[in-house]
């Protein structure tokens, strides 16, 4: 046997995910196990899942099994499920890969070691899905070693149960973490060269409104925002139902906390808004993006949008394009609406025809898309501030960074620039995704 055993981890999904894959890798790494740089040189596998659309489902059904041929390459290596699909499918999974040695649910993950040890003594399949949340000390992530930004869960689950939504259901009800416990997290993150945290959960404008956190997340940002040595505080998501003044107040009379508000609309019309029980209407929405934008002008607002939602006639998503017309968001992230076994909106009549749903959302992202690169035109001349990331992707000769409104920004590397600095970019050409400019000197 090798001396030192490996790992993988697979993440699908949105940041809370993220989250638990860092969580994952803590105790693995604090086992003793190291990271592996590709799966077919791992002793063991994890693929931390997501449900929330049938296609994340499809493409994650599609992973695994392409990873039976690393199983029969190796029998001794270890593949496990985590995360919201095996949370939602359990057994089901076994069934479809049977090549899978476990499959552990949303509130397991403080447990991996004691699921890849009864693999590793049984060798047979271990299922281990709970319906409650255990009180497991998180793990400060300890694989962060050239990391400029982390995720920080201020809270679990959610209780808002949108009609469309598994998430409450493959995530619990709300749970919000102790004040002290988050802003000493924060303070050894930025001990260790953090400069940016993102606060995560999925409703963060109702954090501590449960259990005995006596705070609310306005108090939790003012804090925040007092810790020495990091520049920058997003956090993700918002609901424009529990938005408020305060926070807005909060955002704008701080150092560190980006001017970006991601308010995810959903719909541009009332009765959707009502079917989708997202508790605000159009106009209360309008309002909250007129109290940030006087406040804050020089803000971004971004959103989400379903398209498709049951119900939604001609009349009704022409209701969404105007409104998204009058909203100008800086961008959005445009779904097709996906039937989830066991929400209220799965077995809703009048479901709509796929081919209706995607020439729908074509008609949505083209208009959207004109007004990301009409408001990232305005930018161009102007000198922004941008956090390195490092080295583009796509380009080793140009470097990468975001501006405070979550902008990227690409430039080509001059040698002097280093990955966490704050540093000037004068932006030469805006795109609809992207700003290209050069390093002010
Ligand atoms: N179908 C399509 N989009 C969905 N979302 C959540 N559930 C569904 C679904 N069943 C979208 C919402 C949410 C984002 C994270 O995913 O827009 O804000
Ligand atoms: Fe889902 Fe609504 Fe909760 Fe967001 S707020 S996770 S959309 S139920």
Redesign the pocket.
Known sequence: MKEQQTYFIYTFG?QSNSADSEQLAAQLLQAGYSAASAPDEADLIILNTCC??ESAERKIYGKIGELKKLKIADPQRIIGVAGCLAQKDKEKLFAKAPHLDFVMGTFAVGHLLEHVNRVKENREHVLSVWEQADETQRLRPSNLSGQISAWIPIMYGCNNF?T????PYVRGRERSRPVNEILQEIAALAEQGIKEVTLLGQNVNSYGKEGDVKASFADLLRKADTIKGIERIRYM?SHPRDMNQQVIDVVKNSRSICEHFHL?V?SGNDSILKAMNRGYRIQDYRALVNAIRQTMPESSLTT???VGFPGETDELFNQTLEFVREMRFDAA?T??????SG?P?ATMPEQIPSAVKKSRLQQLMDIQNEISLQINKQSEGKVVEVLVEGPSKNDSSAFVGRTRTNKIVIWKYTGSEHIGELLPVRIDKAQTWVLKGTLVN
């Open positions: 949105c929330i659309r949108c469309y939504c598994i998430v998501t995810p959903q989400d949008l379903i992230y779904f097709l609406y996906s039937p989830r929400t909106a």
